[in-house]
Protein backbone atom coordinates (compact mmCIF):
# COMPACT_ATOMS: atom_id res chain seq x y z
CA UNK A 1 0.00 0.00 0.00
CA UNK A 2 1.40 3.37 -1.32
CA UNK A 3 1.71 6.49 1.78
CA UNK A 4 -1.26 8.02 -0.21
CA UNK A 5 -3.24 5.16 0.06
CA UNK A 6 -2.52 5.07 3.36
CA UNK A 7 -2.90 8.14 4.74
CA UNK A 8 -6.29 8.36 2.55
CA UNK A 9 -7.67 5.08 4.62
CA UNK A 10 -6.97 6.81 7.84
CA UNK A 11 -8.38 9.68 6.65
CA UNK A 12 -11.37 7.55 5.78
CA UNK A 13 -11.12 6.19 9.46
CA UNK A 14 -11.01 9.20 11.38
CA UNK A 15 -14.19 10.93 9.46
CA UNK A 16 -16.82 11.74 12.00
CA UNK A 17 -19.90 9.88 11.02
CA UNK A 18 -22.56 12.04 11.58
CA UNK A 19 -24.88 13.58 14.30
CA UNK A 20 -24.98 10.42 16.91
CA UNK A 21 -22.20 8.98 16.27
CA UNK A 22 -20.33 12.45 17.49
CA UNK A 23 -22.96 12.52 20.21
CA UNK A 24 -22.04 9.38 21.20
CA UNK A 25 -18.46 9.94 21.44
CA UNK A 26 -19.26 13.00 23.72
CA UNK A 27 -21.78 10.47 26.02
CA UNK A 28 -18.81 8.26 26.16
CA UNK A 29 -16.44 10.79 27.84
CA UNK A 30 -19.00 11.96 30.76
CA UNK A 31 -18.52 9.44 34.01
CA UNK A 32 -22.10 10.29 35.48
CA UNK A 33 -23.59 9.26 31.93
CA UNK A 34 -21.52 5.69 32.25
CA UNK A 35 -22.88 5.26 36.02
CA UNK A 36 -26.27 6.06 34.49
CA UNK A 37 -25.39 3.29 32.15
CA UNK A 38 -24.52 0.43 34.96
CA UNK A 39 -27.50 1.52 36.57
CA UNK A 40 -29.77 1.13 34.23
CA UNK A 41 -28.02 -2.22 32.78
CA UNK A 42 -28.69 -3.99 35.95
CA UNK A 43 -31.55 -2.55 36.18
CA UNK A 44 -33.09 -3.75 32.66
CA UNK A 45 -31.09 -7.15 33.26
CA UNK A 46 -33.17 -7.80 36.90
CA UNK A 47 -35.91 -7.35 34.77
CA UNK A 48 -35.79 -9.83 32.04
CA UNK A 49 -33.82 -12.39 34.17
CA UNK A 50 -36.02 -12.22 37.18
CA UNK A 51 -37.43 -15.87 36.68
CA UNK A 52 -33.97 -16.52 36.69
CA UNK A 53 -32.12 -15.16 39.25
CA UNK A 54 -34.40 -15.01 41.85
CA UNK A 55 -34.57 -17.58 44.78
CA UNK A 56 -38.04 -17.87 45.01
CA UNK A 57 -41.83 -17.24 43.41
CA UNK A 58 -42.79 -13.61 43.66
CA UNK A 59 -45.83 -14.75 46.00
CA UNK A 60 -44.67 -17.67 47.11
CA UNK A 61 -45.07 -18.33 50.75
CA UNK A 62 -41.02 -18.95 52.06
CA UNK A 63 -41.26 -17.95 55.22
CA UNK A 64 -43.64 -17.84 58.58
CA UNK A 65 -46.65 -14.96 58.47
CA UNK A 66 -45.27 -12.34 60.91
CA UNK A 67 -45.93 -9.45 62.18
CA UNK A 68 -42.04 -8.31 62.58
CA UNK A 69 -40.72 -10.81 59.62
CA UNK A 70 -36.70 -11.55 59.62
CA UNK A 71 -34.30 -9.10 58.12
CA UNK A 72 -31.68 -9.46 55.71
CA UNK A 73 -29.62 -12.26 55.86
CA UNK A 74 -29.02 -15.84 55.51
CA UNK A 75 -31.42 -17.75 52.98
CA UNK A 76 -33.24 -14.23 52.31
CA UNK A 77 -30.89 -12.09 51.16
CA UNK A 78 -33.36 -8.87 51.74
CA UNK A 79 -35.37 -10.48 54.71
CA UNK A 80 -39.35 -11.53 54.45
CA UNK A 81 -42.48 -9.60 54.27
CA UNK A 82 -45.02 -10.09 56.45
CA UNK A 83 -46.51 -12.82 54.35
CA UNK A 84 -43.44 -14.46 54.33
CA UNK A 85 -42.72 -13.73 50.91
CA UNK A 86 -38.87 -12.99 49.74
CA UNK A 87 -38.40 -9.10 49.28
CA UNK A 88 -35.64 -9.73 47.12
CA UNK A 89 -37.65 -11.24 44.91
CA UNK A 90 -40.44 -9.08 45.02
CA UNK A 91 -38.09 -6.18 44.06
CA UNK A 92 -37.11 -8.11 40.95
CA UNK A 93 -39.99 -8.76 39.94
CA UNK A 94 -41.19 -5.13 40.68
CA UNK A 95 -38.25 -4.29 38.01
CA UNK A 96 -39.76 -5.86 35.42
CA UNK A 97 -43.16 -3.98 35.97
CA UNK A 98 -41.76 -0.65 36.65
CA UNK A 99 -39.95 -1.37 33.11
CA UNK A 100 -43.30 -2.10 31.32
CA UNK A 101 -44.93 0.86 33.28
CA UNK A 102 -42.27 3.43 32.54
CA UNK A 103 -42.08 2.16 28.88
CA UNK A 104 -45.35 1.87 28.13
CA UNK A 105 -46.50 5.15 29.48
CA UNK A 106 -43.78 7.13 28.04
CA UNK A 107 -44.69 5.78 24.52
CA UNK A 108 -47.99 6.76 24.84
CA UNK A 109 -47.45 10.16 26.33
CA UNK A 110 -44.37 10.43 23.58
CA UNK A 111 -46.52 9.25 20.74
CA UNK A 112 -49.52 11.57 21.44
CA UNK A 113 -47.26 14.94 22.23
CA UNK A 114 -45.09 14.61 19.06
CA UNK A 115 -48.34 14.37 16.97
CA UNK A 116 -50.34 17.24 18.36
CA UNK A 117 -46.92 19.10 18.65
CA UNK A 118 -45.99 18.76 15.13
CA UNK A 119 -49.90 19.54 14.07
CA UNK A 120 -49.36 22.95 16.40
CA UNK A 121 -45.60 23.70 15.23
CA UNK A 122 -45.77 23.06 11.81
CA UNK A 123 -49.61 24.14 11.12
CA UNK A 124 -49.81 27.29 13.25
CA UNK A 125 -52.00 29.74 13.48
CA UNK A 126 -55.37 28.98 15.47
CA UNK A 127 -54.69 24.71 15.45
CA UNK A 128 -51.64 26.13 17.34
CA UNK A 129 -53.27 27.95 19.34
CA UNK A 130 -56.24 25.11 19.92
CA UNK A 131 -53.52 22.73 21.24
CA UNK A 132 -51.54 24.68 23.08
CA UNK A 133 -54.05 26.27 25.32
CA UNK A 134 -55.24 22.44 26.03
CA UNK A 135 -51.72 21.78 26.55
CA UNK A 136 -51.91 24.92 29.08
CA UNK A 137 -54.92 23.92 30.64
CA UNK A 138 -53.36 20.29 31.08
CA UNK A 139 -50.16 21.47 32.54
CA UNK A 140 -52.10 24.21 34.97
CA UNK A 141 -53.07 20.74 37.04
CA UNK A 142 -50.29 19.13 39.16
CA UNK A 143 -49.47 16.45 37.13
CA UNK A 144 -49.94 13.54 39.88
CA UNK A 145 -53.49 15.24 41.09
CA UNK A 146 -54.15 14.66 36.88
CA UNK A 147 -52.94 11.27 36.77
CA UNK A 148 -55.30 10.28 39.97
CA UNK A 149 -58.46 12.26 38.22
CA UNK A 150 -57.54 10.21 35.52
CA UNK A 151 -57.01 6.75 37.26
CA UNK A 152 -60.56 7.59 39.39
CA UNK A 153 -62.45 7.83 36.23
CA UNK A 154 -60.70 5.16 33.93
CA UNK A 155 -60.99 2.65 36.95
CA UNK A 156 -58.07 1.03 38.70
CA UNK A 157 -55.89 -1.37 37.32
CA UNK A 158 -52.34 -1.35 35.46
CA UNK A 159 -53.11 -0.32 32.13
CA UNK A 160 -55.21 3.04 33.27
CA UNK A 161 -51.97 3.91 35.57
CA UNK A 162 -49.87 3.65 32.51
CA UNK A 163 -52.06 5.64 30.07
CA UNK A 164 -52.57 8.00 32.91
CA UNK A 165 -48.88 8.63 34.17
CA UNK A 166 -48.94 8.81 29.56
CA UNK A 167 -51.51 11.33 29.33
CA UNK A 168 -50.10 14.00 31.87
CA UNK A 169 -46.36 13.37 29.99
CA UNK A 170 -48.30 14.62 27.19
CA UNK A 171 -48.18 18.29 27.40
CA UNK A 172 -44.18 18.39 28.09
CA UNK A 173 -43.51 16.94 25.02
CA UNK A 174 -45.84 19.13 22.69
CA UNK A 175 -44.40 21.63 23.99
CA UNK A 176 -41.10 21.10 23.69
CA UNK A 177 -41.67 20.07 20.01
CA UNK A 178 -43.47 22.65 18.96
CA UNK A 179 -41.02 24.90 20.31
CA UNK A 180 -38.20 22.89 18.20
CA UNK A 181 -40.13 22.97 15.08
CA UNK A 182 -40.42 26.79 15.44
CA UNK A 183 -36.99 27.07 15.51
CA UNK A 184 -36.72 24.92 12.29
CA UNK A 185 -39.54 25.88 10.34
CA UNK A 186 -38.22 28.71 8.33
CA UNK A 187 -34.56 27.50 8.07
CA UNK A 188 -32.92 27.68 4.67
CA UNK A 189 -32.99 23.76 4.31
CA UNK A 190 -36.89 23.47 4.45
CA UNK A 191 -37.35 26.46 1.86
CA UNK A 192 -35.08 24.35 -0.59
CA UNK A 193 -37.11 21.23 -0.29
CA UNK A 194 -39.99 22.97 -0.80
CA UNK A 195 -37.71 24.60 -3.97
CA UNK A 196 -38.08 21.04 -5.17
CA UNK A 197 -41.58 20.36 -5.01
CA UNK A 198 -41.62 18.04 -1.74
CA UNK A 199 -44.92 18.26 0.12
CA UNK A 200 -45.55 19.73 3.18
CA UNK A 201 -45.94 16.51 4.83
CA UNK A 202 -42.83 14.94 3.97
CA UNK A 203 -41.24 18.53 4.63
CA UNK A 204 -42.52 18.27 8.02
CA UNK A 205 -41.72 14.31 8.40
CA UNK A 206 -38.43 13.69 6.08
CA UNK A 207 -37.07 17.38 7.28
CA UNK A 208 -38.06 18.91 10.05
CA UNK A 209 -38.80 16.29 12.30
CA UNK A 210 -35.16 14.47 12.37
CA UNK A 211 -34.17 18.24 12.94
CA UNK A 212 -36.58 18.45 15.77
CA UNK A 213 -36.38 15.32 17.79
CA UNK A 214 -33.15 15.54 20.17
CA UNK A 215 -34.51 17.27 22.90
CA UNK A 216 -37.79 15.43 22.99
CA UNK A 217 -35.86 11.94 22.91
CA UNK A 218 -33.62 13.33 25.95
CA UNK A 219 -36.96 14.44 27.86
CA UNK A 220 -38.54 10.82 27.06
CA UNK A 221 -35.77 9.86 28.93
CA UNK A 222 -35.84 11.67 31.96
CA UNK A 223 -39.39 11.14 31.61
CA UNK A 224 -38.85 7.22 32.29
CA UNK A 225 -38.31 8.15 35.39
CA UNK A 226 -40.54 10.36 36.27
CA UNK A 227 -43.17 7.90 34.85
CA UNK A 228 -41.96 5.11 37.59
CA UNK A 229 -41.91 6.93 40.56
CA UNK A 230 -45.50 8.44 39.26
CA UNK A 231 -46.69 5.24 38.97
CA UNK A 232 -45.33 4.26 42.69
CA UNK A 233 -46.83 7.43 43.70
CA UNK A 234 -50.10 6.03 42.83
CA UNK A 235 -49.82 3.23 43.91
CA UNK A 236 -48.61 4.62 47.37
CA UNK A 237 -52.12 6.33 47.88
CA UNK A 238 -53.89 3.71 46.85
CA UNK A 239 -54.83 3.82 43.25
CA UNK A 240 -51.78 1.35 41.76
CA UNK A 241 -53.11 -1.89 40.69
CA UNK A 242 -55.46 -3.52 42.37
CA UNK A 243 -54.10 -6.75 42.27
CA UNK A 244 -52.59 -7.63 45.45
CA UNK A 245 -50.20 -9.99 44.24
CA UNK A 246 -48.56 -7.58 41.63
CA UNK A 247 -45.06 -6.97 43.45
CA UNK A 248 -45.50 -3.46 42.19
CA UNK A 249 -42.37 -1.14 44.35
CA UNK A 250 -44.90 1.99 45.33
CA UNK A 251 -47.30 -0.68 46.46
CA UNK A 252 -44.42 -2.12 48.47
CA UNK A 253 -43.45 0.95 50.24
CA UNK A 254 -47.89 2.23 50.59
CA UNK A 255 -48.49 -1.64 52.54
CA UNK A 256 -45.50 -1.29 55.03
CA UNK A 257 -45.20 2.48 55.33
CA UNK A 258 -46.62 1.69 58.93
CA UNK A 259 -44.02 -0.77 59.74
CA UNK A 260 -41.33 1.42 59.22
CA UNK A 261 -40.07 1.41 62.60
CA UNK A 262 -40.26 -2.39 63.02
CA UNK A 263 -39.42 -3.17 59.76
CA UNK A 264 -37.06 -1.06 58.24
CA UNK A 265 -36.01 -3.63 55.24
CA UNK A 266 -39.61 -3.20 54.16
CA UNK A 267 -39.84 -0.06 52.93
CA UNK A 268 -35.77 0.56 52.40
CA UNK A 269 -35.71 -2.14 50.03
CA UNK A 270 -38.22 -1.15 47.69
CA UNK A 271 -37.36 2.46 48.38
CA UNK A 272 -33.83 2.34 47.17
CA UNK A 273 -35.09 0.39 43.89
CA UNK A 274 -36.66 2.89 42.73
CA UNK A 275 -34.59 5.84 44.06
CA UNK A 276 -31.70 3.97 42.24
CA UNK A 277 -33.26 3.38 39.19
CA UNK A 278 -34.93 6.45 38.24
CA UNK A 279 -31.11 7.79 39.00
CA UNK A 280 -29.72 5.87 36.60
CA UNK A 281 -32.34 6.69 34.00
CA UNK A 282 -31.67 10.58 35.28
CA UNK A 283 -27.67 10.47 34.32
CA UNK A 284 -28.21 9.25 31.15
CA UNK A 285 -30.67 11.80 30.12
CA UNK A 286 -28.41 14.44 31.32
CA UNK A 287 -25.52 12.84 29.73
CA UNK A 288 -27.59 12.41 26.62
CA UNK A 289 -29.05 15.97 26.73
CA UNK A 290 -25.40 17.16 26.99
CA UNK A 291 -23.96 14.75 24.60
CA UNK A 292 -26.82 16.02 21.79
CA UNK A 293 -27.41 19.72 22.29
CA UNK A 294 -24.64 21.89 20.34
CA UNK A 295 -24.70 24.59 22.45
CA UNK A 296 -22.73 23.17 25.07
CA UNK A 297 -20.25 20.96 22.51
CA UNK A 298 -16.72 21.56 23.61
CA UNK B 1 -43.24 32.55 -26.68
CA UNK B 2 -41.07 32.96 -24.13
CA UNK B 3 -40.29 30.21 -21.65
CA UNK B 4 -40.98 32.68 -19.08
CA UNK B 5 -43.02 35.35 -18.62
CA UNK B 6 -43.42 37.15 -15.78
CA UNK B 7 -46.23 40.14 -15.50
CA UNK B 8 -46.78 42.60 -13.42
CA UNK B 9 -45.79 40.63 -10.64
CA UNK B 10 -46.81 41.84 -7.04
CA UNK B 11 -46.09 40.72 -3.82
CA UNK B 12 -46.85 42.02 -0.26
CA UNK B 13 -46.50 40.97 3.09
CA UNK B 14 -49.18 41.29 6.15
CA UNK B 15 -47.70 41.46 9.34
CA UNK B 16 -49.50 42.87 12.67
CA UNK B 17 -47.80 46.19 12.35
CA UNK B 18 -48.16 46.94 8.68
CA UNK B 19 -48.47 45.57 4.90
CA UNK B 20 -45.19 45.52 3.21
CA UNK B 21 -45.07 46.18 -0.50
CA UNK B 22 -42.34 44.28 -1.68
CA UNK B 23 -42.54 43.61 -5.15
CA UNK B 24 -44.62 46.47 -7.27
CA UNK B 25 -45.14 45.02 -10.27
CA UNK B 26 -42.03 43.82 -12.33
CA UNK B 27 -42.12 41.84 -15.47
CA UNK B 28 -40.15 40.12 -17.70
CA UNK B 29 -39.65 37.65 -19.85
CA UNK B 30 -36.82 34.72 -20.24
CA UNK B 31 -36.30 32.98 -23.57
CA UNK B 32 -34.78 29.64 -23.66
CA UNK B 33 -30.63 29.62 -22.51
CA UNK B 34 -31.05 33.23 -21.99
CA UNK B 35 -29.02 34.46 -18.78
CA UNK B 36 -30.96 37.16 -17.24
CA UNK B 37 -29.95 38.94 -13.83
CA UNK B 38 -31.59 41.08 -11.50
CA UNK B 39 -29.24 43.42 -9.14
CA UNK B 40 -30.28 45.52 -6.34
CA UNK B 41 -29.49 46.22 -2.72
CA UNK B 42 -30.33 44.04 0.31
CA UNK B 43 -34.63 44.18 0.39
CA UNK B 44 -35.23 45.83 -2.77
CA UNK B 45 -37.33 42.55 -3.07
CA UNK B 46 -35.10 40.23 -5.36
CA UNK B 47 -35.45 37.18 -3.39
CA UNK B 48 -39.13 37.72 -2.89
CA UNK B 49 -39.96 37.80 -6.68
CA UNK B 50 -37.84 34.67 -7.24
CA UNK B 51 -39.69 32.84 -4.50
CA UNK B 52 -43.18 34.11 -5.46
CA UNK B 53 -42.65 32.70 -9.05
CA UNK B 54 -42.18 29.16 -7.64
CA UNK B 55 -45.08 29.81 -4.74
CA UNK B 56 -42.75 28.63 -1.77
CA UNK B 57 -43.45 32.56 -0.22
CA UNK B 58 -43.15 32.76 3.74
CA UNK B 59 -46.52 32.60 5.45
CA UNK B 60 -47.32 36.11 5.96
CA UNK B 61 -46.33 36.94 2.07
CA UNK B 62 -49.16 37.07 -0.65
CA UNK B 63 -48.76 37.42 -4.63
CA UNK B 64 -51.40 40.37 -5.08
CA UNK B 65 -51.38 40.75 -8.64
CA UNK B 66 -50.12 40.01 -11.49
CA UNK B 67 -49.23 36.41 -13.70
CA UNK B 68 -46.17 34.29 -14.14
CA UNK B 69 -46.67 32.27 -16.99
CA UNK B 70 -44.37 29.13 -17.52
CA UNK B 71 -45.81 27.88 -20.97
CA UNK B 72 -49.61 28.75 -20.90
CA UNK B 73 -49.47 28.08 -17.55
CA UNK B 74 -49.72 30.48 -14.61
CA UNK B 75 -48.08 30.22 -11.54
CA UNK B 76 -49.88 32.36 -9.43
CA UNK B 77 -52.59 30.52 -7.76
CA UNK B 78 -52.24 27.59 -9.13
CA UNK B 79 -52.14 24.36 -6.45
CA UNK B 80 -49.76 24.16 -4.54
CA UNK B 81 -49.88 19.99 -5.63
CA UNK B 82 -49.30 20.95 -9.35
CA UNK B 83 -46.80 23.51 -8.59
CA UNK B 84 -44.72 20.73 -6.44
CA UNK B 85 -44.76 19.43 -10.12
CA UNK B 86 -43.12 21.90 -11.41
CA UNK B 87 -40.73 23.01 -8.92
CA UNK B 88 -37.44 20.93 -8.52
CA UNK B 89 -38.46 19.52 -11.95
CA UNK B 90 -38.99 22.42 -14.58
CA UNK B 91 -37.92 25.33 -12.25
CA UNK B 92 -35.30 24.78 -9.70
CA UNK B 93 -33.82 26.80 -7.56
CA UNK B 94 -30.28 27.48 -5.54
CA UNK B 95 -29.95 29.61 -2.75
CA UNK B 96 -27.74 31.90 -0.90
CA UNK B 97 -26.27 29.76 1.62
CA UNK B 98 -25.18 26.36 1.19
CA UNK B 99 -24.19 26.38 4.61
CA UNK B 100 -28.02 26.06 5.89
CA UNK B 101 -29.44 25.05 2.71
CA UNK B 102 -29.02 21.16 3.02
CA UNK B 103 -30.64 19.67 5.64
CA UNK B 104 -27.74 19.06 8.49
CA UNK B 105 -29.22 15.50 9.00
CA UNK B 106 -29.85 13.73 6.25
CA UNK B 107 -26.95 12.29 4.50
CA UNK B 108 -26.66 14.34 0.76
CA UNK B 109 -26.91 10.93 -1.23
CA UNK B 110 -30.49 10.59 0.49
CA UNK B 111 -31.27 14.31 -0.26
CA UNK B 112 -30.49 13.90 -4.09
CA UNK B 113 -32.41 10.91 -4.78
CA UNK B 114 -34.99 12.43 -2.56
CA UNK B 115 -35.36 14.75 -5.61
CA UNK B 116 -35.15 12.32 -8.54
CA UNK B 117 -37.43 9.82 -6.87
CA UNK B 118 -39.83 12.65 -6.97
CA UNK B 119 -40.28 13.74 -9.95
CA UNK B 120 -38.36 11.37 -12.42
CA UNK B 121 -39.55 7.51 -13.26
CA UNK B 122 -36.43 6.12 -11.06
CA UNK B 123 -35.95 3.34 -8.82
CA UNK B 124 -33.84 4.24 -5.81
CA UNK B 125 -30.58 2.45 -7.60
CA UNK B 126 -31.23 4.60 -10.60
CA UNK B 127 -31.51 7.82 -8.38
CA UNK B 128 -28.52 6.60 -6.40
CA UNK B 129 -26.24 6.07 -9.79
CA UNK B 130 -28.14 9.10 -11.19
CA UNK B 131 -26.70 11.44 -8.08
CA UNK B 132 -23.34 10.47 -8.35
CA UNK B 133 -22.92 11.15 -12.17
CA UNK B 134 -24.83 14.30 -11.40
CA UNK B 135 -21.93 15.22 -8.02
CA UNK B 136 -19.07 13.82 -10.83
CA UNK B 137 -20.10 16.43 -13.12
CA UNK B 138 -20.31 19.28 -10.70
CA UNK B 139 -16.80 18.51 -10.06
CA UNK B 140 -17.34 16.38 -7.02
CA UNK B 141 -14.38 14.48 -6.22
CA UNK B 142 -15.21 10.36 -5.35
CA UNK B 143 -18.50 11.42 -5.58
CA UNK B 144 -20.26 7.47 -5.52
CA UNK B 145 -18.17 7.65 -1.77
CA UNK B 146 -19.42 11.03 -0.74
CA UNK B 147 -23.41 10.14 -1.32
CA UNK B 148 -23.25 8.66 2.09
CA UNK B 149 -21.54 11.90 4.34
CA UNK B 150 -23.64 14.52 6.08
CA UNK B 151 -23.65 17.74 4.70
CA UNK B 152 -21.21 19.16 7.38
CA UNK B 153 -18.96 16.98 6.19
CA UNK B 154 -18.49 19.34 2.99
CA UNK B 155 -16.84 22.67 2.31
CA UNK B 156 -19.25 25.94 1.30
CA UNK B 157 -18.03 25.54 -1.89
CA UNK B 158 -18.69 21.45 -2.12
CA UNK B 159 -21.94 22.72 -0.35
CA UNK B 160 -22.81 24.79 -2.92
CA UNK B 161 -21.69 22.07 -5.60
CA UNK B 162 -24.53 19.57 -4.17
CA UNK B 163 -26.86 22.58 -4.42
CA UNK B 164 -26.12 22.96 -7.98
CA UNK B 165 -26.29 19.40 -8.36
CA UNK B 166 -29.77 19.39 -6.60
CA UNK B 167 -31.25 22.24 -8.50
CA UNK B 168 -30.32 20.23 -11.81
CA UNK B 169 -30.76 17.19 -11.24
CA UNK B 170 -33.90 17.31 -13.06
CA UNK B 171 -32.76 19.24 -16.33
CA UNK B 172 -34.66 21.94 -15.29
CA UNK B 173 -35.79 24.32 -18.08
CA UNK B 174 -35.28 27.67 -15.95
CA UNK B 175 -32.87 27.63 -13.15
CA UNK B 176 -33.44 30.50 -10.37
CA UNK B 177 -29.91 31.31 -8.15
CA UNK B 178 -30.85 33.19 -5.66
CA UNK B 179 -27.20 34.94 -4.83
CA UNK B 180 -24.79 31.81 -5.68
CA UNK B 181 -21.68 33.17 -4.61
CA UNK B 182 -22.34 35.67 -1.74
CA UNK B 183 -21.28 33.64 0.95
CA UNK B 184 -18.81 32.01 -0.59
CA UNK B 185 -14.82 33.35 -0.77
CA UNK B 186 -13.73 35.16 -3.57
CA UNK B 187 -11.96 32.23 -5.38
CA UNK B 188 -14.62 29.47 -4.92
CA UNK B 189 -16.85 32.38 -6.18
CA UNK B 190 -14.94 32.53 -9.39
CA UNK B 191 -15.39 28.27 -9.42
CA UNK B 192 -19.29 28.75 -9.10
CA UNK B 193 -19.81 31.02 -11.30
CA UNK B 194 -18.04 29.02 -14.18
CA UNK B 195 -19.65 25.85 -13.21
CA UNK B 196 -23.14 28.03 -13.47
CA UNK B 197 -22.57 28.98 -16.88
CA UNK B 198 -21.29 26.07 -18.40
CA UNK B 199 -24.41 23.92 -17.12
CA UNK B 200 -26.28 27.01 -18.50
CA UNK B 201 -24.96 26.39 -22.01
CA UNK B 202 -24.81 22.52 -21.66
CA UNK B 203 -28.37 22.17 -20.58
CA UNK B 204 -29.81 24.99 -22.42
CA UNK B 205 -31.62 26.27 -19.43
CA UNK B 206 -32.52 30.13 -18.91
CA UNK B 207 -30.91 31.33 -15.81
CA UNK B 208 -31.97 34.37 -13.63
CA UNK B 209 -29.17 35.28 -11.42
CA UNK B 210 -30.23 37.32 -8.36
CA UNK B 211 -27.21 39.01 -6.80
CA UNK B 212 -26.31 42.35 -5.26
CA UNK B 213 -22.81 41.80 -6.95
CA UNK B 214 -22.18 43.65 -10.38
CA UNK B 215 -19.40 41.67 -11.10
CA UNK B 216 -21.23 38.53 -11.18
CA UNK B 217 -23.69 40.34 -13.29
CA UNK B 218 -21.11 41.76 -15.34
CA UNK B 219 -19.74 38.05 -15.95
CA UNK B 220 -22.68 35.82 -16.05
CA UNK B 221 -25.68 38.20 -17.54
CA UNK B 222 -26.69 38.90 -20.96
CA UNK B 223 -29.51 41.11 -19.82
CA UNK B 224 -29.86 42.84 -16.46
CA UNK B 225 -32.68 44.02 -14.65
CA UNK B 226 -32.11 46.79 -12.04
CA UNK B 227 -33.96 46.76 -8.89
CA UNK B 228 -34.90 49.43 -6.48
CA UNK B 229 -37.54 49.66 -3.58
CA UNK B 230 -39.85 46.33 -5.02
CA UNK B 231 -39.74 47.62 -9.65
CA UNK B 232 -37.82 46.92 -12.00
CA UNK B 233 -35.85 50.67 -13.10
CA UNK B 234 -33.52 49.69 -15.83
CA UNK B 235 -33.74 47.22 -18.05
CA UNK B 236 -31.15 46.48 -21.06
CA UNK B 237 -28.16 44.38 -22.18
CA UNK B 238 -25.64 44.03 -20.02
CA UNK B 239 -22.77 45.45 -21.43
CA UNK B 240 -24.84 48.49 -22.54
CA UNK B 241 -26.33 48.97 -19.50
CA UNK B 242 -22.74 48.94 -17.65
CA UNK B 243 -21.43 51.34 -20.31
CA UNK B 244 -24.21 53.84 -20.68
CA UNK B 245 -26.53 53.36 -17.13
CA UNK B 246 -29.05 55.91 -17.61
CA UNK B 247 -30.80 55.65 -14.74
CA UNK B 248 -29.32 57.61 -11.64
CA UNK B 249 -29.66 54.62 -8.92
CA UNK B 250 -27.52 51.91 -11.83
CA UNK B 251 -25.24 54.56 -12.29
CA UNK B 252 -24.80 54.93 -8.25
CA UNK B 253 -24.54 51.41 -8.16
CA UNK B 254 -21.61 51.33 -10.44
CA UNK B 255 -19.78 54.16 -9.19
CA UNK B 256 -20.33 52.45 -5.92
CA UNK B 257 -18.11 49.57 -6.98
CA UNK B 258 -13.95 49.74 -7.01
CA UNK B 259 -13.25 49.31 -10.77
CA UNK B 260 -9.60 48.08 -11.52
CA UNK B 261 -8.75 50.23 -14.79
CA UNK B 262 -9.59 53.50 -12.35
CA UNK B 263 -6.81 55.54 -10.70
CA UNK B 264 -5.76 54.48 -7.12
CA UNK B 265 -6.30 58.08 -5.53
CA UNK B 266 -10.01 57.76 -6.74
CA UNK B 267 -12.73 57.00 -4.13
CA UNK B 268 -15.92 55.75 -4.31
CA UNK B 269 -18.46 57.40 -4.68
CA UNK B 270 -21.84 56.01 -2.82
CA UNK B 271 -25.39 56.43 -3.16
CA UNK B 272 -25.95 58.65 -0.03
CA UNK B 273 -29.46 58.07 1.78
CA UNK B 274 -31.08 54.25 2.58
CA UNK B 275 -33.85 52.72 0.17
CA UNK B 276 -37.52 54.15 0.66
CA UNK B 277 -39.45 51.58 3.82
CA UNK B 278 -41.57 49.31 1.61
CA UNK B 279 -44.14 49.97 4.15
CA UNK B 280 -44.76 53.63 3.34
CA UNK B 281 -44.67 54.35 -0.24
CA UNK B 282 -46.09 57.57 -1.78
CA UNK B 283 -46.65 58.09 -5.35
CA UNK B 284 -43.51 59.87 -7.26
CA UNK B 285 -40.05 58.02 -8.23
CA UNK B 286 -38.82 55.97 -4.98
CA UNK B 287 -35.96 56.83 -5.83
CA UNK B 288 -36.04 60.62 -5.79
CA UNK B 289 -35.34 61.71 -2.28
CA UNK B 290 -31.32 60.21 -2.92
CA UNK B 291 -31.18 61.38 -6.35
CA UNK B 292 -29.53 64.57 -7.60
CA UNK B 293 -31.52 64.81 -10.94
CA UNK B 294 -34.86 64.97 -9.06
CA UNK B 295 -37.45 67.30 -10.66
CA UNK B 296 -40.77 68.31 -9.46
CA UNK B 297 -42.37 65.73 -11.58
CA UNK B 298 -39.96 62.81 -10.14
CA UNK B 299 -41.76 63.42 -6.66
CA UNK B 300 -45.18 64.11 -8.21
CA UNK B 301 -45.65 60.70 -10.46
CA UNK B 302 -44.40 57.64 -10.80
CA UNK B 303 -42.25 56.93 -13.95
CA UNK B 304 -42.77 53.59 -16.11
CA UNK B 305 -40.14 51.44 -18.10
CA UNK B 306 -39.99 53.28 -21.08
CA UNK B 307 -37.32 52.79 -23.94
CA UNK B 308 -34.33 54.65 -24.27
CA UNK B 309 -31.72 54.28 -26.98
CA UNK B 310 -33.13 51.61 -29.03
CA UNK B 311 -36.04 49.20 -27.73
CA UNK B 312 -33.88 46.50 -25.18
CA UNK B 313 -32.57 49.57 -23.14
CA UNK B 314 -35.69 50.80 -20.87
CA UNK B 315 -35.45 52.54 -18.28
CA UNK B 316 -37.80 54.44 -15.30
CA UNK B 317 -36.72 57.48 -14.96
CA UNK B 318 -38.26 61.45 -15.82
CA UNK B 319 -34.64 62.61 -16.32
CA UNK B 320 -32.15 59.71 -17.25
CA UNK B 321 -28.23 60.30 -16.54
CA UNK B 322 -27.13 62.88 -19.43
CA UNK B 323 -24.32 61.43 -21.38
CA UNK B 324 -21.83 64.62 -19.71
CA UNK B 325 -21.84 62.37 -16.70
CA UNK B 326 -21.49 58.72 -17.41
CA UNK B 327 -17.96 58.44 -15.73
CA UNK B 328 -15.93 56.11 -17.47
CA UNK B 329 -17.68 55.86 -21.17
CA UNK B 330 -17.55 54.72 -23.73
CA UNK B 331 -15.28 52.41 -21.75
CA UNK B 332 -13.25 49.72 -23.93
CA UNK B 333 -13.32 47.39 -21.13
CA UNK B 334 -15.29 44.53 -22.10
CA UNK B 335 -18.31 44.25 -19.56
CA UNK B 336 -20.06 41.31 -20.34
CA UNK B 337 -18.74 38.06 -22.06
Request: net charge neutral; hydrophobic share 45%; charged share 20%.
Amino acid sequence: MSITEAEAAQLSFERPSGLWADAWDRFKRNPAALVGIVLIVVFILAAIFAAQIAPFEPNEQAGPLATNPAGPGGEHLLGLDMQGRDVFTRILFGARLSLLVGLVSVSVGLALGLVLGSLAGYLGGRVDFAIMRVMDLMLSVPGLLLAIALVTVMGRGLISIMLAVGIVQVPTFARLLRGSILGQREADYVLAARSVGVPGRRVLLGHILPNSIAPVIVQATLAMATAIIEVAALSFVGLGPNDPRLPEWGKMLAENANRLQQSVHLVLFPGLAIVFSTLGINLIGDGLREAIDPKLKT
Amino acid sequence: MPLLSVQDLEVKFFTRRATVHAVRGTSFDLETGETLGIVGESGCGKSVSALAMLGILPKTGRVTGGRVLFGDQDLVGMSDAKLRKIRGKDIAMIFQDPMTSLNPVLKIGRQMTEVLTKHLPMDKQQATAEAIALLDRVGIPNAADRLGDYPHQFSGGMRQRVMIAMAIACRPKILIADEPTTALDVTIQAQILDLMKKLVVEEGMGLILITHDLGVVAGVCERTNVMYAGRFIETGPTRKLFERPRHPYTLGLLRSVPRLDAQRKEKLDPIGGSPPELTKLTEGCSFAPRCVYATEESRARTPELRPIEGNDHLVACWNPVPDADLPHAPTDRPAAQ
